[in-house]
């Protein structure tokens, strides 16, 4: 039995979260036809510890952006094939790139023309020539503004997983991604058993910590690349990338494992608590959007439940 839970270490405050933003500084992602240039624009931005890549083949752009995932695209508007605002365009009808910042830096000086550029999608517009430092704390800012308002609107504060509405967009962005690498997704549901006894019984800041002992095991327990979410109350998401069901139930009966055997205490008495969880995956069979995938893992979610609960199916 692990009896030892360090609450007020897993209860993270939206401060912490912001602060955590602050400490990473970002993806941004580089499309200009002037090579020597992009290559400059990076180092510029790597000199002040932001990652960046630069796009090679505008045809695959869509691609290299789903699997770099920026936080902000910087983008010459005058390009031989595209121009800059045709493909802010394009990108803007994916569900997943939606709300990406897109900077556009071009020798336009034109206001007219400027001012139409953003009306087409960009969120701000940078004038060539420009000097590096302006280029590096330019985009520093903005980065730092979106990463702050991304922590505030996307992350539970009881848990510090994302919430409903991005875990949502995590699994869109993953199908998406999963159609083109031809790997399989997995998602899985999972709502505690019985939990609204736990409230009855010990109270809802005991309950709070039973809801929180589960998230910080999905955290730690999924891979990097995995995405776990806090789908409402005491229900959580798991979006799993190459992965395929049979992995995805092995993966959520570990952790279902784990979880019983957590002990909590409240009111001078010991307590355990499980779960029930459905397993949906593209490995089984094809989804044309993601809310029917979360909603065949909401299904076979309330099997388990309607199965005795304690159980994956
Ligand atoms: P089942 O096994 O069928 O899932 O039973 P249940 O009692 O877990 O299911 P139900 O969905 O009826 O109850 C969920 C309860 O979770 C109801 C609600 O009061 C409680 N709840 C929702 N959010 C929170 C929260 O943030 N903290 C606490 N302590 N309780 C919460
Ligand atoms: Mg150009
Ligand atoms: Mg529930
Ligand atoms: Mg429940």
């Known amino acids: 039995f692990v009896s030892s839970i360090d609450v007020p270490n ?56 789903l699997s770099f995932q920026p936080d902000l695209v910087l983008m010459d508007i005058y390009m031989p094939d595209y121009s800059g605002t045709e493909l802010a365009g394009v990108l803007r009808q994916y569900q997943s790139l939606k709300r990406l910042p897109i900077v556009f830096l071009s020798s336009e000086a034109n206001k007219f023309l400027q001012i139409k550029a953003m009306a087409q999608g960009a969120d701000d517009f940078l004038t060539k020539p420009i000097a590096d430092a ?9 980065l730092r503004r979106s990463l702050q308002i991304r922590q505030l609107i996307e992350k539970d504060g009881l848990t510090a997983l994302i919430k409903h509405s991005a875990i949502k ?8 991604r999963a159609e083109r690498s031809g790997k399989p997704l997995s998602v899985v549901m999972l709502d505690i058993d019985f939990f609204k006894s736990v409230n009855d019984r010990y109270g809802h800041a005991t309950g709070d910590i039973v809801i929180t002992a589960l998230a910080t095991m999905l955290r730690k327990r999924i891979r990097k690349t995995d995405k776990a979410g806090r789908y409402g109350g005491e229900e959580f998401m798991l979006v799993l990338p190459d992965c395929s069901s049979e992995q995805a139930r092995q993966l959520t009966a570990q952790i279902l494992q784990a ?53 994956v199916c």
């Open 134 to 142: 302006e280029l590096a704390q330019a985009i520093k800012v903005r």
């Open 169 to 176: 967009e995590v699994a869109a962005l993953e199908l998406e």
């Open 10 to 65: 897993m209860i993270a405050t939206l401060s912490e979260l912001v602060e955590q933003a602050n400490g990473y500084h970002g993806r941004v992602f580089i499309v200009d036809d002037d090579r020597l240039l992009a290559e400059h624009y990076a180092l510029v931005l790597n000199s002040v510890g932001i990652e960046t890549r630069i796009m090679q083949n505008v045809r695959n752009i869509v691609h290299e952006l």
């Open 259 to 311: 979880f019983r055997q957590l002990q909590f205490s409240a009111a001078e008495q010991l307590f355990q608590c499980s779960f029930s969880a459905g397993v949906a995956s593209t490995s089984d069979s094809s989804y044309a959007n993601a809310d029917l995938l979360i909603a065949a893992a909401d299904t076979a979610l309330y099997q388990a439940k309607q199965a005795g609960r304690d159980r």
